[in-house]
């Protein structure tokens, strides 16, 4: 289980487009960082949940041939339900558009991932996002986890009481707020296929 708690950095309104794709581009100093993260969110009607997850996991492999996937899990409470989320790593814009032009050529992904699934697709949210300064990405010890290591909702819940006393944990919040834009958390269940669990 991870609970996502996402801190985003954007500077242009999200779009609408048909088939309701939405996305937010990160502009600004950030922009410079280099590295970032694209989160991706699936809306999926509901009685095809298994059937798109059993797709990706089968194809997974030629998605990963073109860029790194962070993670990859469904949505367990925080908002609609019957989503999938999953988060992928770019080096910079120009890589992510190298890795776009890719995916667009790559026939054997459009055939046997793409067509077959953009009828259980309801709508896409695509949001670009870098890590705050004092953060890094690591594969935690266990499987269970959440991204400030709690091990279910309710240490999670106790653990943000306790680290509201914490200068130190109030210092990075302090030094991160001129980051944040907005903020949302996800109870997320990891994939069977999902690099990070």
Not at 31 to 45: A, P, V
Not at 99 to 118: C, G, S, Y
Not at 181 to 193: E, K
Request: glycine share 4%; hydrophobic share 40%; aromatic share 12%.
């Amino acid at each position: 289980m991870l609970v996502l708690r996402s801190a985003l950095t954007r500077a242009l309104a999200s779009r609408t487009l048909a088939p309701q794709v939405c996305s937010s581009f990160a502009t600004g100093p950030r922009q410079y960082d280099g590295t970032f993260y694209e989160f991706r969110t699936y809306y999926l009607k509901p009685s095809k949940m298994n059937e798109f997850l059993e797709n990706f996991k089968k194809n997974a492999h030629l998605r990963t041939a073109h860029s790194e996937l962070v993670g990859y899990w469904s949505v367990e409470f925080g908002g609609r339900m019957n989503k999938v989320f999953h988060i992928w790593k770019y080096d910079n814009f120009a890589h992510r558009t190298e890795v776009r032009k890719a995916l667009a050529k790559d026939k054997e992904w459009q055939e046997q991932f793409l067509i077959p699934n953009l009828a259980l697709i309801d709508k896409q949210e695509s949001e670009i996002t870098y890590l705050v300064p004092w953060c890094k990405i690591e594969k935690p010890p266990k499987e269970v986890h959440v991204l400030w290591w709690n091990e279910s909702a309710d240490s999670r819940a106790a653990g943000r009481h306790k680290s509201h006393e914490d200068p130190r944990v109030v210092a990075a919040v302090r030094e991160s707020v001129n980051y944040l834009v907005s903020q949302q958390n996800m109870l997320l269940i990891p994939t069977s296929f999902s690099p990070l669990k």
